[in-house]
């Protein structure tokens, strides 16, 4: 079964860095995609990162581009968000997701693994 936890939250100013972690356990082989989701209080789920296919394409959001950059290390199972010129804007919780075979890598609906998020605050 496969598990993933975050970890890396916090509460940070605007214009500080936060890095987020995603430790994986359970997979029966590496997942097509990986990636990371935040929801803000009265939002809808939001595609902020991911990585796609053996070639590890990466995709952000508009909103994150320049900012966050998410990486993996395949060895460690582990999935990493690196945040910078946090925003206000950027408060949510975040979550990181798995899918195993093919997905829309920024399209929550496509993924079927989740974590239980992990909250971050960006104070103006």
């Known amino acids: 079964q496969v598990q993933l936890v975050e970890s890396g939250g916090g509460s940070v100013q605007a214009g500080g860095s936060l890095r987020l972690s995603c430790a994986a356990s359970g997979y029966t082989y590496r997942p097509d995609c990986v990636g990371w989701f935040r929801q803000a209080p009265g939002k809808e789920r939001e595609g902020v990162a991911a990585?796609?296919?053996?070639?590890?394409?990466?995709f952000y959001a508009d909103s994150v581009k320049g900012r966050f950059t998410i990486s993996r290390d395949n060895a460690k199972n582990t999935l990493y968000l690196q945040m910078n010129s946090l925003k206000p804007e950027d408060t949510a919780m975040y979550y990181c997701?798995?899918?195993?075979?093919?997905?829309?890598?920024?399209?929550?609906?496509?993924?079927?693994?989740w974590g239980q998020g992990t909250q971050v605050t960006v104070s103006s």
């Open positions: 997701a798995a899918e195993l075979r093919g997905c829309r890598p920024l399209y929550a609906s496509t993924y079927s693994y």
């Open positions: 990585i796609y296919g053996f070639g590890d394409s990466t």
